[in-house]
Nanobody, 114 residues
Framework: VQLQASGGGLVQAGGYLRLSCAAS????????MAWYRQAPGQERELVAS???????TYANPVKGRFIISRDNVGDAVYLQMNSLKPENTAVYYC?????????WGQGTLVTVSS
């Protein structure tokens, strides 16, 4: 499994970013996908997930502001992040479970300035 995340950057509070994650070496459409984040000094936490069938779940702090989606033709998963807040500053990782193990991409840094 290879997961390549991109789209992070510096944005002002209230702004938006769209993260992308390109997957390879898996039958992408059969996999549930997720975005996690890890803020400085904190543990990695689940942000949003999407099943192979398109069902979505969100962590409470991002409900109504973030949208996870997937493209089963292009083998990619996205995270649209709106109304960003300084507390959303973190490294964001896309992830899936393959052969019973959670797999991680390399992460993309999102910095939200106040």
């Amino acid at each position: 499994v290879q997961l390549q995340a991109s789209g992070g950057g510096l944005v002002q509070a209230g702004g938006y970013l769209r993260l992308s994650c390109a997957a390879s070496r898996i039958m992408f459409r059969a996999y549930d996908m997720a975005w996690y984040r890890q803020a400085p000094g904190q543990e990695r936490e689940l942000v949003a997930s999407i099943t192979s069938g398109g069902g979505t779940t969100y962590a409470n702090p991002v409900k109504g502001r973030f949208i996870i989606s997937r493209d089963n033709v292009g083998d990619a998963v996205y995270l649209q992040m709106n109304s960003l807040k300084p507390e959303n500053t973190a490294v964001y990782y896309c992830s899936t479970v393959d052969c019973g193990r959670r797999r991680w991409g390399q992460g993309t840094l999102v910095t939200v300035s106040s």
